[in-house]
RNA sequence: GUCCCGUUCGUCUAGCCAGGUCUAGGACACCGGGUUUUCAUCCCGGCAACAGGGGUUCGAAUCCCCUACGGGAUGCCA
């Protein structure tokens, strides 16, 4: 059997959505699956568009993905060109071929594709008006994902605009006739299109590649498919509120596909090897963001020390938090005790921001709680005059000392640790308390106190 | 309107093709408990579904039909 060739072929629209991402990861995943190849080609058709910006957001999305491609934009290929702009040649030929098989005719500028069969008319209630049919032959498709399906066609359809311009359904089908597309994938939205052009291809006495009609991503919440505006549908979205693409990856191959056992967290190479056709589901999915960021905060929490720190870094610098020489390890040492803490690298500078500047806020309601079970001011004029005297600032040295100091106040050591936190970081929760003043410093932490106290 | 596709916990899904092992499994979310100085993590437990009706069968989540609901298509958009 022939190589695959499957193909993504997006529109420039200067959106990246989460279901034009799936669909590429599906065909990107076949190709990387069965050994074959991964075609982007660009239909850029629509002129009014800025495509040079919009491109940069398809292509710097498929890139923060990791889904390369073969053969397209920026890497060429043997069945070029890859924008369909510049393909009107092909398509030019292509037509001539329907004109010269006499399946084509002129209508109000336009030329028509002409199905065969008995024609009648008929009132069209959409439409609202007396429109004319054809009895074409239904088309069975054996599609690879919902099997038998057979649809007839009723209606010529243009191919060519009074403007000279081709339209979606014959250049799709050229194109995928000329790159040697062997398996469609893509969204289920087309599975109805699909009649017309297994039409084109036997008209054309091509052989139709498989088809794969996958279910769509339906919006989180109220009807309908997931769009451009729906909350959380952009790609570059997610890059900049600091999703880990590998989570993000994961999350979009399990919406409508799964691997047939319980796993869930699977890397990427895993997937290519499990993944084919029989494991994509019929049904849509409805997109969940709580479960995306449940993945992502796993694939955050595995991440090594270094790897974290380098995407900490540029965003910690960007809340003011950071300069760009910030000391590589005391940036490493404050995120060994948040990275646990961590549910997405977006919250990580509010999460902890006080071990890098002094202005950060004081939690008002929990001030309130600590002053209400005991006095924070009273406990810290205990230790401070230790935490003075203390020649290593440690977290065993803070231990031990603290203990000592308990045990003559007959008081547990836990007793001091809530005032601690507070009057250091603002706040309630946080990493391990000792760790986090000895890595504050003493420094901070005297003066913090001392601030806190007076 | 017509045509096409679909329907298992709130959500993603396993099971369906090859009917019995399903008192329907896992995950997210939610709720409780444990661990922890705290928060997060982690561990334990709980909640919760075969859309409805008819068949076929000794037996149906699984096969067939109908209805309902959801989605899509019906553009000289892609």
Redesign the pocket.
């Known amino acids: 059997m022939s190589e695959v060739r499957v193909r993504f ?3 420039p ?1 200067g959106f990246f959505h989460i279901g034009s991402a799936r669909t590429a990861l599906f065909n990107w995943l076949y190709a990387r699956h069965t050994g074959g190849r991964f075609i982007l080609r660009i ?4 002129k009014e568009r800025n495509t040079e910006e919009a491109l940069r957001v398809l292509i710097d999305g498929m890139r923060w993905l990791g889904l390369d491609w073969d053969e397209g934009p920026e890497v060429g290929g043997d069945y070029g060109p890859y924008f ?1 702009s510049e393909r009107q040649k092909i398509y030019d030929e292509y037509l001539q071929r329907l004109v010269g098989a006499g399946r084509t005719y002129e ?4 030329i028509w594709f002409q199905l065969e069969g008995e024609r009648y008319t008929e009132y ?4 609202k008006a007396e429109i004319e049919k054809v009895r074409a032959a ?1 088309v069975v498709i054996d ?1 690879a994902v ?7 066609e ?2 010529d ?2 191919l060519v ?3 000279g ?5 014959f ?2 089908v050229v194109d995928d006739i000329a790159m040697g597309i062997t398996h469609v994938i893509r ?7 699909t ?1 017309k052009h297994v039409e084109l291809f036997r008209a054309l006495e091509v052989e139709p590649p498989i088809f794969a ?1 996958i ?2 991503i ?1 919006k ?1 919440s ?4 997931m769009s451009k505006r729906d909350a959380g549908a952009l790609i570059d979205n997610y890059e900049e509120r600091g999703f880990l693409p590998a989570a993000v990856r994961n999350y979009i191959a ?5 691997p ?5 967290k699977l890397d990427i190479d895993e997937i290519i090897d499990l993944f084919d056709f ?2 994509i ?8 963001e ?2 995306l ?3 992502n ?2 694939y955050l ?1 595995e991440l090594n020390l270094e790897s974290f720190a380098f995407l900490v870094r540029p965003r910690l610098h960007l809340a003011g938090l950071v300069a760009e020489d910030v000391d590589e390890d005391y940036l490493q040492a404050v995120l060994r005790l948040c990275q ?4 997405s690298l977006d919250d990580l500078a509010e999460l902890c921001d006080y071990f890098f500047s002094d202005t950060y806020t004081m939690d008002a309601k929990q001030g309130e709680k600590l002053e209400k079970k005991g006095d924070p001011k009273a406990l810290l004029g205990e230790i401070l005059p230790l935490l003075e005297a203390l020649d290593s600032f440690d977290a065993g040295s803070l231990q031990s000392m603290l203990e000592a100091h308990a045990v003559v106040k007959e008081q547990k ?2 007793a001091y ?2 005032a ?2 507070y009057a250091v970081s603002g706040r ?9 003043l000895a890595v504050l410093g003493s420094d901070r932490v005297l003066a913090r106190i001392q601030a806190f106290i007076a």
């Not at 209508?107 to 336009?110: F, S």
């Not at 047939?260 to 869930?264: H, L, M, S, V, Y």
């Not at 309630?428 to 986090?436: E, I, Q, R």
């Open positions: 072929a997006p529109s629209t239909e850029d058709t629509d369909q209508k109000d500028g336009a069209d209630d959409y439409k239904p599609d919902r099997g038998r399906v057979e649809r007839a009723e209606r359809f243009v605009r009074a403007d311009s081709p339209v979606f359904h250049v799709n969204g289920e939205d087309h599975l109805s299109n009649s009609h279910p769509l339906l989180e109220g009807p309908g498919k399990l919406l409508g596909w799964n047939k056992d319980d796993r869930e029989p494991g589901n019929k049904g849509n999915a409805r997109f969940d709580r479960k960021s449940a993945l905060a796993e929490r646990p803490k961590a549910r050591i836990f640790f809530p601690l936190r309630a929760g946080g990493p391990d308390l000792l760790p986090l």
